[in-house]
């Protein structure tokens, strides 16, 4: 009788849990689903990570190839990310040339990466003007259940953590590169951003985590990432119902208290690793 | 044709001069030019049309946004603007009046010198005036940009928007000056962002009165 009740009215059936303070797969509004992490998943790739968030699986590689630096720039590498949503994560997607949904989260990852200097594109380089490093970070989402941001920012994050770079030394001699197959290093990372994604409910009602259901239903999303200092790299609210200043505050608080739990996590798993 | 303008720059306010022309598109359903500064941005929306059976939602209008830019193919960074665009028009339209038809807002970047997601979301709601379509509200886009020192600065030039430490983007609705969309670009600290939104919605104060001035002089002449 319930699952004819979801099917004919799919918002009042949330209303009558969100009365009680709680979601039908029996969450707290402010709670997370269980996220779990495995990093240098693949071994053919430089850096690789997958994260789970509840059913939402989206797996990152990372390679590192050569490139000469941009002219505006010659003391630069590149980080080149894109985000597949492919039709095997989900009904809604076709296949063919990436959709709307791909090409904003790709814009988003971008955005993120430009924004928290997670990574100083200085340290790319290997010979300015010849020589740097560039980062194709491929993240494909394998299950589709809402929450694709915060999956992806996570991946990202821990992947970029694995990825090993080997000593390069241009010989003066012939102007060639010589790679040092023996030697490698770990990126240096400056921030740590951690993305933390809520759904509006009936324009008062903030739910953390939203799955793919919540996220249909809802009048508006809102990402806020953040680093571990406290400061915001990206406020990503695309429309959706208005806030106001006390509910952002709220929101400020939850993407702290993630973000402690999230690095917290990742601490773990990368300590638990036996070193290659 | 209308063209309007504010009468006086609005005291203690640091936007720039702003220009409206409504109505001057022969073919779409509604049309308007909207100006900040030297940023300009062309709009038209056509709707409520007949949809495609792919796109049609059963109790409500299909939004679409076009974003082109002033040169070149419209890329990945249009399409992240123009799903910004569309989810802000989606909260405001009264979708529900018209289901299974659909409403296409247009962009043209005519020139782009700072501040052109405010313009484009500007120009949007000046066009979905001018066509009819039932709204619950009006919105506005404002630009605020924060430098290293923290100073802020209201409707940025490109050149202020380059030296910027932080630039964010808001769209407030006319109603209560929600926030209806936010997009960021740089790092910032939780206590600038309240102190830019506290500043974008006085400036959308301005915003709005011009709009309102705009209107009431078009309706009041026809």
């Not at chain 2, 022969?26 to 900040?36: C, K, M, N, T």
Request: net charge negative; with cysteine.
């Amino acid at each position: 009788m319930a699952a004819g009740f979801k099917t004919v009215e799919p918002l009042e059936y949330y209303r009558r849990f969100l009365k009680e303070n709680c979601r039908p797969d029996g969450r707290e509004l402010g709670e997370f689903r269980t996220t779990t992490v495995n990093i240098g998943y693949i071994s053919t790739a430089d850096g690789s990570a997958l994260v789970k968030l509840g059913n939402t699986t989206v797996i990152c590689g990372v390679k590192a190839e050569f490139a000469t630096p941009p002219t505006d720039a010659p003391d630069k590498g590149y980080i080149v990310p894109n985000v597949d949503l492919p039709p095997l994560c989900s009904s809604r997607f076709r296949a063919g040339p990436p959709g709307e949904e791909a090409q904003v989260t790709s814009q988003f990852i971008a955005d993120v990466i430009e924004n928290s200097q997670v990574i100083q594109k200085e340290d790319l380089c290997i010979s300015p003007g010849k020589l740097a490093w560039v980062l194709y970070c491929d993240l494909i989402c394998l299950d589709y259940d809402g929450n694709i941001l915060d999956a992806c920012t996570f991946a990202l994050l821990a992947a970029l953590k694995d990825v090993q770079l080997l000593e390069v030394t241009i010989n003066e001699e012939t102007a060639l590169a010589e790679v040092n197959l023996k030697k490698k290093s770990y990126l240096n990372i400056g921030t740590h951003p951690v993305a933390t994604s809520f759904a509006v409910f009936d324009d008062t009602l903030l739910l953390v985590d939203p799955t793919a259901e919540e996220e249909h239903l809802a009048a508006g999303t809102l990402t806020v990432v953040m680093d571990e200092k406290g400061r915001l790299c990206c406020l990503h609210k695309p429309g959706g119902s208005g806030l106001n200043g006390a509910k952002l505050q709220d929101c400020m608080s939850r993407a702290v208290t993630r973000h402690k739990e999230v690095k917290k996590l990742m601490e773990e798993v990368i300590k638990s690793m036996k070193p290659k | 044709m209308e063209v309007d303008e504010p009468s006086s720059r609005p005291p203690g306010c640091s936007l720039r001069h702003f220009a409206c022309e409504q109505n001057l598109l022969s073919r779409p359903d509604g049309s308007s030019s909207f100006l900040q500064g030297d940023t300009s941005v062309l709009a038209g929306v056509y709707g409520p049309a007949e949809v495609k059976v792919s796109k049609e939602i059963f109790n409500k209008a299909t939004l679409e946004v076009i974003l082109r830019p002033k040169t070149g193919l419209p890329g990945v960074p249009e399409k992240s603007r123009e799903r910004l665009i569309r989810s802000t028009c989606e909260a405001v339209v009264l979708g529900a009046l018209h289901p299974r038809t659909s409403i296409t807002v247009v962009l043209q970047v005519v020139s782009d010198a700072g501040s052109l997601l405010a313009c484009c979301l500007n120009a949007a709601c000046m066009a979905l005036v001018d066509a009819g379509v039932p709204m619950r509200a009006l919105f506005c886009g404002v630009t605020c940009a924060l430098d290293s020192d923290g100073t802020l600065v209201l409707d940025p030039t490109t050149k202020q928007e380059k030296e910027a430490r932080a630039v964010l983007t808001f769209a407030l609705d006319s109603v209560e000056q929600k926030l209806l969309m936010s997009t960021t670009k740089g790092l910032y600290s939780d206590a600038e962002l309240q102190q830019c939104l506290a500043a974008a919605q006085a400036a959308a104060q301005h915003v709005f009165r011009f709009f309102r001035e705009s209107l009431q002089r078009r309706y009041s002449k026809s």
